[in-house]
């Protein structure tokens, strides 16, 4: 228990000394495992993980999902979304907003990461909402909000991280975030009628739409649809047309996606030799960043098992008989705290090692846990002093002050907070699609 | 010296080429392995293993080319506390140097383990690949990363004109 606590502290340092994660976690990692081990020991099985998370089958998820959202993104899919979204939303009072958070989730549908879908959405919507005369603050704070869908709703490369780090059926975890997903567009549409009801200037109405329209619009956008349906259809084996039946692995399902993505790309001559070249370099890159971190965080992992840390933080929640929810409401509240300043891949990494063994004993549902953890993550990438996806749109938009982001962020905080709330509650909000899994 | 760099450059152009093609043909192969396996019956058997392979590949050929370009992830929380770009040299390259001093045992470790591999003439099962080709070239792309990082952080101490608008 002590040698894990100073091996935790020291990533602590190492990292915030800007030591990059998967080197900070891999050295602890390798010297704690020595003083636990041997030399020879350490170094056998730092090399032993290099040598098998390369090849491992299950990590191929990561780079395929990557490259389909990627490919995706050039496909030119994000004006289409939120045309779509506001010919059915655009006529409410704060319609844009709505149509924004919409149009979000539909992108989180069909890419993994909530900075992308931040970055992405902020193009297309915010010149729409100066248009029609938004405030800054609604118009932003929709955004970095309806961004953290990305995360949450499948694909999800958190998701993905966390089933690596954990075991956890990276199927189930995609399978689990959908309600929880949805919800999360609800409250947030909430937060949006909120924000226009007591501050009507906030967000003035547009243009009805007539159905037609409407129609015509939905044309830009079956293609991912049917993509969406198509990978998480596959994932959850229910796309039987006899006599094919579809039932996808994790990978199976990524390279699904890639695939169909880029042809999709191709088919709307969105995609040139070049770009194809720049998709398939940057999921590279990022892959390549992504099993660095993975690979630190299982030599740290190997560490804080072989010293005991998980049967000695159990031994003490039972010794002094404290209630598995006290632990989990104690687990939360770090969560929330270390998102305050923690980025979000950097808190998983550092704090599920640690907590998983944990939570797992007490007896948790490891696929809830992996949800909850995401929601919080959510929290965190909003929460200031550094929310991530804030800083996003910062960067997008330049012009509104950091503050005033974060203001018009607050409603939407609190949103997330009751959703927390009633997953963490209600287990079965996330655990009833994946237990009907074939 | 800047040709150098620019050697150096196109240099690092070749591997992230190699990644991209990996990565390409791991998605058409997947792809190709359900719709084979859905519609006709006929799965790619040998799919499984070439996507470990393909995996290795991507991860390992990028890995000094992301090294260099400072491309891992960091938490740059206490940036604001490091003013003034000498003492921000100073520990990029600390850094640098230390996390490619780091690699240099895991990666004798993962040359020991090919080696042994090719002793026992471990071979894959469907395409009787041998395994230690992928086991050296993951030693030598992990040593390339060492040598890179270890660079990295001299040229940052001592020449860090060069380092300057670099981007592969």
Redesign the interface.
Known sequence: MFEASIGFAAVLVL?????????AM??VG?VGYMMETSYRGA??M???L??DA????G??VV??FI?MGLFVNKGGISRELYQVSYAFLGHLRGGLAMATIVACGGFAAVCGSSLATAATMSKVAMPQMRKYGYADSLSTASIAAGGTLGILIPPSVILVIYGLLTETSIGKLFIAGIVPGMLGILFYLCAVFFTVSRNPEAGPAGQRTTWRDRLTALKGVWAVLALFFLVIGGLYGALDFWP???A?SP??A???G???A?LIALSRRNLSWSG??EV??E???T???????LIGAWIFSNFVNIAGLPEALLGAVTAYSVSPWVVMLLILLIYIGLGC???S??MLLLTVPIFFPLVRDLGFDPVWFGVVVVVVTEISLITPP?GMNVFVLKGVVGDVPTATIFKGVTPFWVADIFRLALIVGIPALALYLPSQMG | MSNLANFARRVAQLPIFLASAALFVLMIMTFADVILRSAFNAPIEAATELTRMLMAITVFAVLPVLSVREGHIVVDLLDPLFHGSLLNRIRDAVISIACGAMLILPAGRVLVLAERARSYGDLTEYLNIPQFYIGWFIAIMTYMTALVLLLRGVIALFAPKLLENYDV
């Open positions: 990292v915030l000394l800007r030591i990059p994660i998967a080197f891999g050295l390798m170094i056998s730092v090399a032993r290099i040598i390369s090849q491992d089958y990590l191929s780079p395929l490259l094919i039946h579809l996808f990978t199976e990524a390279g699904m890639a695939a169909g880029f194809t070249l398939l370099k999921t590279a890159i892959a390549a960043s992504l099993f660095s971190v300043i923690f980025e891949l950097s550094v």
